[in-house]
Structure formats: C-alpha cells, structure tokens
C-alpha cells in the first residue's frame, strides 16, 4: 500500500483528488521533494496485464 502512496505522491505532489472525480493533472511535483525511492512488490495493474498478455501469446498459457 505504501508503494501506491509513494507513486501518487511523485506523480502529483501533495494536489488533492478533484471533487469530480477526474484523474488530477500530472505534474510530477512531488518528484522535487524525494531524492530516491524504492518500490518492492508494488501492485501495478498494467503490468500484470502485460505479462498476462506476453505468456499467453508466447507460451499459450
């Protein structure tokens, strides 16, 4: 969970979600403020699309 925090917080800055319901613009402001970051395990929804699609297409899984 803490991985999705960290990626919001780089992609956005501390900008709150619009009230209606609208991804918020993409700025990478909080990125000025993290020197580095680490992600482990971090669930990322089109990557396991991706490799869904790879090993079904490569290995008929």
């Known amino acids: 969970m803490g991985g999705l925090v ?12 619009p009230e209606d ?7 990478w402001a ?5 020197a580095n970051a ?3 395990a971090t669930p990322l929804l089109l990557l396991g699309v991706g ?3 790879t090993f079904r297409t490569n290995f008929g899984v």
């Open 6 to 17: 960290l990626r919001y917080y780089l992609r956005y800055g501390a900008q709150p979600l």
């Open 51 to 53: 490799l869904y699609l």
């Open 38 to 40: 680490i992600l482990v």
């Open 30 to 34: 909080g990125a000025a403020n993290v």
């Open 21 to 27: 319901g609208s991804i918020p613009r993409l700025t």
